[in-house]
């Protein structure tokens, strides 16, 4: 069931359409009222109408609103007709008001019906109805949606079995589909970051599989109705069907490289193993990558119709840009995976051999293939430009790319990718260009002959024909074309050109106003004896070899009637593979025959005999083929460059040769496509940039000066050029307009000198419609001005046309344009220029009005400029195109201008910012060198003397801060000495008291004694001790070290010698930090020392020790369950000397701190009556920092 099938509604279309058809009717009839209430119906032509009007004045047409509608001069049972009208060109609702003499008809299209289709043409319901179906009129209700007038039936809507989705829907729907499978396939990664390698493996493969799934069973046939799932678009393999196939895959299968290099390189350095191997490996899947790319880009190009001619911007379509867009995609991913390996290789300290050789490695290995598959040099060695360039940035800048790197390999991969692009597109171009040349070399086609042979006995018979040549009766050429055309040669004959000869049984030509005219048999017969092939199938026909008068093939038919013979009748072909020249080509061609649009872009020549024989094109080609196959030597084909033309030359046989000629590609294509290509892709490149300024926290507008800078210079140009753009586009749009204004004014005068020349020698050639002579003569014209020209009566009507077919298949009516017809008649004016429609063709027509001698209008004469105005219109593309190609190069230099310029100007501001940020106080500060004599000057000076300043400043203050610590230092240790001192003077006096009183001393009081002073004596030592070790740390050194062996080091120890249980948690087998072994031993004996004797007695001692991972710090937790600290003491903890134990010194948790600032880490606490919970934070150990090699 397809997406059609799925979303079909005819019952609400045609309630819909009935709707607005009722709405319409009520409208035109409103309308017709009001018209037939004028007094006077010659004030109709100053009206604008909004629904086709016809007036009637005994049954002659006296006025009509437009000769889009074609109807007869005069009356007849076709029309003026009340209700639904069928006409050449359409089907049409009409409403009628007589009285009297007098018939006004007012009428609207319901849908157009052209015996043809083109992109001009095109049979479809007015846009009013917005009918979403494609279908057809029937006037029997049976199978039909009907449509009702009063509550009777008027006619009914049959939409065709095969419905074409809109192109609005289709590329909507395609769109949606990708971009929620992209945002969907995003999600699941971001899902599966932290998951597991079995989830992670699981979901792939179960993403993948899907994807095989849906290619195998037609899921989304569903949708194959829709342009992106037609073959016709794109497709390549079985795995590859669709355009849209295509982009699912390539969406799957980054997926898949995600989630690889998720598996092969995690962020958690913990989980690998095997290093070597994940580095080779994941290499090697890069090299894969990499050659798919290139393997997607050829594909793209040479299995599908995706217009991707860069320089041809007006040829791109909503398909060019999703095609360059997966290009784009493609090589960004790889490069983001790229720039995951390096950095893989720099985390894990992978020796420098490894390093180089795998990217050494995977430039050869694709260095090789490319060598092996013979892709051209330009393909690649831009890529193996990139690939090094690409390591080396990414090597020394681990976090975020500058900016100017950035532009850099957008620089190099536009250039890759418009290379590639235009190697593989004139690979592509040659192809095709050869097949032209087949196709063209030979216009005998055995299909022609086998139609022919199957009307060839009814032609021979007409009685028509039969009746002319028996009476001799002269008839018009466009008369008999006319009649044999609607009768024969129609459908398939629609790719020829068809002329008709007739010429009685004495060889007369029965054509009115033919010069020579025994000459054109003879004529024609010696085409046929020295140029021509007789066919095996029907002798009559002969197959012209040498494109003798441009004519494929000559048919010289016998027209007998039994055994009488009467005459011939000679029909040439004329194939339309070849464009015309001349007037309305485009518009008379059915789509259905097999014109050679793409010939539009060449040049070609025909050679026979050695000789030119027909030409097309801008090239000029020599009279003979010598010149051209010395460029290939004389070989059967080949390519050549020959006056800025690349050449394709095919020798069919010795006597015919073929060339095919396109301009070669020139310097300013190659620079125009590669500024498109890098502003694309920069473009691209903005939208996750956007992304993350429109989601980051605390987002500001133009954040760096840089930046307003860059916006500043780039909006200036961006201005100047666009405004430069437009005003240019519109100059030159009037200057072509002027230009188109002035060759017909050119051309009608030149015709209308010609047109009173015959009227001065014969009158009566404007006398009768469809003069003959008067239609040879406009013929005659239309050949030399390569234009079509009608002649018009002084009331309106065609007299005679060079173009008879236009009138004949009915795509326009034979009475003038209304509005010229008023501007000749009305206003009186000696010409009038100005723009006409038929279908979707809009194109400039020209009227002059021929006088009598009394000074009355005898004709009016109508030149339209529509072949020309092809060739006018396409001058102005090309010069809009060259104006916006100088415009995105200037807009892809200017960016890089821009971000050179802002660097520049801010480099001085980006020293001072970073001199003010490496500010250390107690440090020397580099002075800044700046010799300019500018505002940045100034500023650096300012700023070096300040500099200075600060340092004196920063002097004094250290002393100060030297001075008051000392202060304060003393001040506690005199306390903490004189703790000590006070019992020992006690015990001294004590002592002396003792020998006072008693001649005989107890030794054992004299030992109490001496154990207590010695006992106070220690104190002191320790205090002074402590007071050292805290007033004077060790010089640190700092290393990696591990925190999981430290603390595992300091746990074993303290369970060997205190009775609480220690339990050590830790997810990652290593947790490192850079920092002093020594001092961080002391920072954990100190924390578990405390946690221990914060524990009451008549609790069982349980301290845990958790190490866990957030973001790039290491979080450490030391739990107690002790009684806590007291509200009052908790601010002074970290506070030296300050303790609530009776033997402290207050210095181990003063110590701590001191050395986790060191540590550049963090310290703090969190407590109840349950226990204290000791929070600590070191900054993981990276690699190469420069903060902490500086140290």
């Given at each position: 069931m397809s997406y059609i099938a799925l979303h079909r509604d005819y019952d609400s279309a045609i309630r819909q359409f009935q709707k607005s058809f009722n709405r319409t009717q009520k409208e035109l009839n409103n309308y017709l009222d009001k018209l037939s209430a004028h007094t006077r119906f010659d004030s109709l032509q100053f009206e604008k109408h909004p629904f086709y009007v016809h007036l009637y004045v005994n049954d002659s047409l006296s006025y009509w609103s437009t000769n889009t509608v074609p109807v007869s001069q005069f009356a007849d049972y076709h029309f003026p007709a009340?209700?639904?009208?069928?006409?050449?060109?359409?089907?049409?609702?009409?409403?009628?008001?007589?009285?009297?003499?007098?018939?006004?008809?007012?009428?609207?299209?319901?849908?157009?019906?052209?015996?043809?289709?083109?992109?001009?043409?095109?049979?479809?319901?007015?846009?009013?109805?917005?009918?979403?179906?494609?279908?057809?009129?029937?006037?029997?209700?049976?199978?039909?949606?009907?449509?009702?007038?009063?509550?009777?039936?008027?006619?009914?809507?049959?939409?065709?079995?095969?419905?074409?989705?809109?192109?609005?829907?289709?590329?909507?729907?395609?769109?949606?589909?990708?971009?929620?499978?992209?945002?969907?396939?995003?999600?699941?990664?971001?899902?599966?970051?932290?998951?597991?390698?079995?989830?992670?493996?699981?979901?792939?493969?179960?993403?993948?599989?899907?994807?095989?799934?849906?290619?195998?069973?037609?899921?989304?046939?569903?949708?194959?109705?829709?342009?992106?799932?037609?073959?016709?678009?794109?497709?390549?393999?079985?795995?590859?069907?669709?355009?849209?196939?295509?982009?699912?895959?390539?969406?799957?299968?980054?997926?898949?490289?995600?989630?690889?290099?998720?598996?092969?390189?995690?962020?958690?350095?913990?989980?690998?193993?095997?290093?070597?191997?994940?580095?080779?490996?994941?290499?090697?899947?890069?090299?894969?990558?990499?050659?798919?790319?290139?393997?997607?880009?050829?594909?793209?190009?040479?299995?599908?119709?995706?217009?991707?001619?860069?320089?041809?911007?007006?040829?791109?379509?909503?398909?060019?840009?999703?095609?360059?867009?997966?290009?784009?995609?493609?090589?960004?991913?790889?490069?983001?995976?790229?720039?995951?390996?390096?950095?893989?290789?720099?985390?894990?300290?992978?020796?420098?051999?490894?390093?180089?050789?795998?990217?050494?490695?995977?430039?050869?290995?694709?260095?090789?293939?490319?060598?092996?598959?013979?892709?051209?040099?330009?393909?690649?060695?831009?890529?193996?430009?990139?690939?090094?360039?690409?390591?080396?940035?990414?090597?020394?800048?681990?976090?975020?790319?500058?900016?100017?790197?950035?532009?850099?390999?957008?620089?190099?991969?536009?250039?890759?990718?418009?290379?590639?692009?235009?190697?593989?597109?004139?690979?592509?171009?040659?192809?095709?260009?050869?097949?032209?040349?087949?196709?063209?070399?030979?216009?005998?086609?055995?299909?022609?002959?086998?139609?022919?042979?199957?009307?060839?006995?009814?032609?021979?018979?007409?009685?028509?024909?039969?009746?002319?040549?028996?009476?001799?009766?002269?008839?018009?050429?466009?008369?008999?074309?006319?009649?044999?055309?609607?009768?024969?040669?129609?459908?398939?004959?629609?790719?020829?050109?068809?002329?008709?000869?007739?010429?009685?049984?004495?060889?007369?030509?029965?054509?009115?106003?033919?010069?020579?005219?025994?000459?054109?048999?003879?004529?024609?017969?010696?085409?046929?004896?020295?140029?021509?092939?007789?066919?095996?199938?029907?002798?009559?026909?002969?197959?012209?070899?040498?494109?003798?008068?441009?004519?494929?093939?000559?048919?010289?038919?016998?027209?007998?009637?039994?055994?009488?013979?009467?005459?011939?009748?000679?029909?040439?072909?004329?194939?339309?593979?070849?464009?015309?020249?001349?007037?309305?080509?485009?518009?008379?061609?059915?789509?259905?025959?097999?014109?050679?649009?793409?010939?539009?872009?060449?040049?070609?020549?025909?050679?026979?005999?050695?000789?030119?024989?027909?030409?097309?094109?801008?090239?000029?080609?020599?009279?003979?083929?010598?010149?051209?196959?010395?460029?290939?030597?004389?070989?059967?084909?080949?390519?050549?460059?020959?006056?800025?033309?690349?050449?394709?030359?095919?020798?069919?046989?010795?006597?015919?040769?073929?060339?095919?000629?396109?301009?070669?590609?020139?310097?300013?294509?190659?620079?125009t496509s590669f500024s498109y290509l890098f502003c694309f892709y920069g473009l691209l490149l903005l939208l996750p940039l956007s992304e993350k300024l429109l989601f980051k926290k605390n987002w500001r507008i133009l954040p760096t000066l840089a930046l307003r800078i860059q916006i500043l210079l780039f909006g200036i140009v961006l201005i100047t050029l666009f405004a430069y753009g437009i005003g240019s586009g519109i100059f030159i749009q009037r200057q072509y307009n002027e230009i188109t204004n002035q060759h017909i004014k050119d051309k009608l005068t030149s015709i209308s000198v010609d047109l009173n020349n015959l009227n001065n020698s014969d009158s009566s050639a404007f006398e009768q419609a469809s003069s003959d002579l008067l239609e040879v003569r406009l013929q005659n014209l239309s050949r030399v001005f390569s234009t079509d020209i009608n002649i018009f009566s002084p009331n309106g009507y065609l007299l005679s046309t060079s173009r008879q077919k236009l009138y004949n298949s009915g795509l326009i009516s034979e009475q003038i344009n209304s509005r010229a017809f008023k501007h000749m008649t009305d206003y009186n004016n000696s010409e009038y220029i100005h723009t006409e429609y038929i279908g979707n063709l809009s194109y400039t027509s020209g009227y002059v009005p021929m006088y009598n001698s009394d000074g009355t209008i005898k004709a009016i004469i109508n030149l339209q400029q529509f072949g020309q105005q092809e060739q006018y219109e396409l001058q102005i593309e090309n010069f809009l195109v060259s104006i916006l190609n100088i415009f995105i190069l200037l807009l892809a230099f200017t960016t890089m201008f821009t971000l050179f310029i802002s660097n520049w100007i801010t480099l001085p501001l980006k020293k001072l910012q970073e001199s003010i940020a490496n500010i250390r106080f107690g440090k020397y500060n580099q002075p800044i060198e700046y010799q300019g004599k500018d505002e940045i000057g100034e500023l650096v000076k300012k700023y070096n003397e300040k500099l200075q300043e600060l340092e004196y400043t920063a002097q004094q203050l250290a002393q100060s801060e030297r001075e008051n610590a000392w202060k304060e230092m003393a001040k506690q240790v005199a306390h903490e000495i004189k703790n000590p001192l006070t019992p020992m003077k006690l015990r001294l006096q004590h002592f002396q008291r003792i020998f006072d009183e008693n001649e005989k001393v107890d030794k054992a009081q004299i030992d109490k004694i001496v154990e207590s002073m010695v006992e106070q004596i220690d104190t002191l030592a320790k205090i002074a001790n402590e007071f050292s070790n805290f007033a004077k740390m060790p010089k640190s050194t700092f290393t990696p070290v591990d925190l999981v062996k430290i603390i595992q080091n300091v746990k074993e120890i303290f369970q060997s010698t205190i009775d609480s249980e220690i339990e050590f948690f830790h997810a990652k087998r290593e947790c490192i930090i850079l920092g002093d072994k020594d001092l961080l031993l002391r920072v954990f004996n100190n924390l578990i020392q405390n946690a221990r004797q914060a524990i009451p007695e008549n609790r069982s001692p349980k301290i845990g020790i958790f190490i866990h991972k957030l973001k790039d710090e290491w979080h450490i937790e030391v739990k107690d369950n002790g009684s806590g600290i007291p509200e009052e003491n908790q601010s002074k903890i970290f506070t030296p000397y300050f303790t609530t134990k009776s033997k402290g010194t207050g210095l181990g948790l003063a110590m701590v701190k001191q050395i986790i600032d060191m540590h550049e880490g963090k310290i703090n606490y969190e407590t109840s009556s349950k226990g204290t919970t000791f929070n600590i934070t070191f900054k993981v150990y990276e690699e190469g920092s420069e903060k902490w090699e500086a140290q």
């Open positions: 009340d209700g639904i009208i069928h006409l050449q060109n359409g089907w049409y609702y009409a409403k009628t008001y007589e009285k009297d003499s007098i018939k006004l008809v007012a009428s609207f299209l319901i849908r157009s019906h052209y015996p043809y289709e083109n992109k001009y043409l095109k049979n479809d319901f007015p846009a009013r109805f917005n009918f979403p179906f494609k279908g057809y009129i029937s006037l029997e209700k049976e199978k039909a949606l009907p449509i009702y007038d009063n509550g009777q039936f008027l006619f009914g809507v049959i939409p065709y079995e095969f419905q074409n989705v809109k192109s609005f829907y289709s590329d909507s729907i395609f769109g949606l589909l990708i971009l929620t499978t992209f945002f969907l396939l995003n999600s699941i990664l971001l899902f599966l970051r932290r998951k597991s390698a079995f989830i992670k493996i699981f979901v792939g493969f179960t993403i993948i599989w899907l994807r095989y799934i849906s290619l195998r069973s037609g899921w989304l046939s569903v949708f194959d109705e829709i342009t992106a799932f037609q073959p016709t678009l794109y497709a390549s393999s079985e795995w590859f069907p669709s355009f849209a196939d295509f982009w699912l895959n390539i969406l799957v299968l980054i997926f898949g490289i995600k989630i690889l290099f998720q598996l092969l390189l995690p962020e958690d350095k913990e989980e690998m193993s095997n290093k070597l191997l994940r580095g080779i490996f994941s290499t090697s899947l890069l090299l894969l990558f990499l050659l798919f790319n290139d393997y997607i880009f050829k594909g793209l190009i040479e299995n599908s119709s995706i217009k991707l001619e860069i320089n041809k911007l007006f040829g791109l379509n909503f398909y060019s840009f999703f095609a360059l867009t997966s290009v784009g995609l493609l090589f960004f991913e790889f490069l983001k995976a790229f720039r995951k390996l390096i950095n893989f290789y720099q985390e894990n300290e992978v020796p420098a051999l490894l390093k180089y050789g795998s990217v050494g490695l995977l430039i050869i290995s694709y260095l090789s293939l490319n060598l092996f598959f013979h892709h051209p040099f330009k393909n690649w060695i831009l890529m193996l430009l990139i690939l090094p360039v690409f390591y080396q940035i990414c090597s020394k800048n681990k976090k975020e790319l500058p900016n100017y790197t950035i532009i850099f390999i957008l620089f190099l991969f536009s250039i890759h990718s418009f290379n590639v692009l235009q190697n593989f597109l004139d690979k592509k171009e040659k192809q095709e260009r050869q097949l032209l040349a087949n196709q063209l070399a030979s216009d005998q086609d055995i299909s022609t002959e086998i139609e022919y042979s199957a009307i060839k006995n009814s032609i021979e018979t007409d009685e028509y024909l039969v009746r002319l040549l028996k009476e001799d009766k002269m008839v018009s050429p466009s008369g008999l074309k006319e009649n044999l055309e609607k009768r024969f040669f129609n459908n398939f004959w629609e790719q020829y050109e068809v002329e008709f000869f007739l010429f009685n049984s004495k060889g007369i030509s029965l054509l009115n106003f033919t010069s020579n005219q025994t000459s054109n048999i003879q004529k024609l017969d010696r085409i046929i004896t020295y140029n021509s092939i007789p066919s095996e199938i029907d002798e009559n026909i002969y197959y012209i070899k040498n494109f003798t008068s441009q004519y494929a093939y000559i048919i010289k038919q016998f027209i007998c009637d039994g055994d009488n013979f009467y005459g011939f009748l000679y029909i040439a072909l004329k194939t339309k593979k070849i464009p015309e020249n001349i007037g309305y080509p485009r518009l008379l061609i059915s789509s259905k025959s097999k014109v050679f649009d793409v010939l539009e872009n060449y040049s070609l020549a025909k050679y026979y005999n050695h000789k030119l024989v027909y030409d097309y094109g801008n090239y000029i080609y020599p009279s003979v083929d010598e010149n051209m196959l010395k460029l290939i030597n004389s070989r059967h084909d080949g390519f050549a460059n020959r006056r800025d033309y690349n050449h394709y030359i095919y020798r069919r046989t010795n006597l015919d040769t073929i060339v095919v000629s396109k301009p070669s590609n020139t310097t300013f294509q190659f620079f």
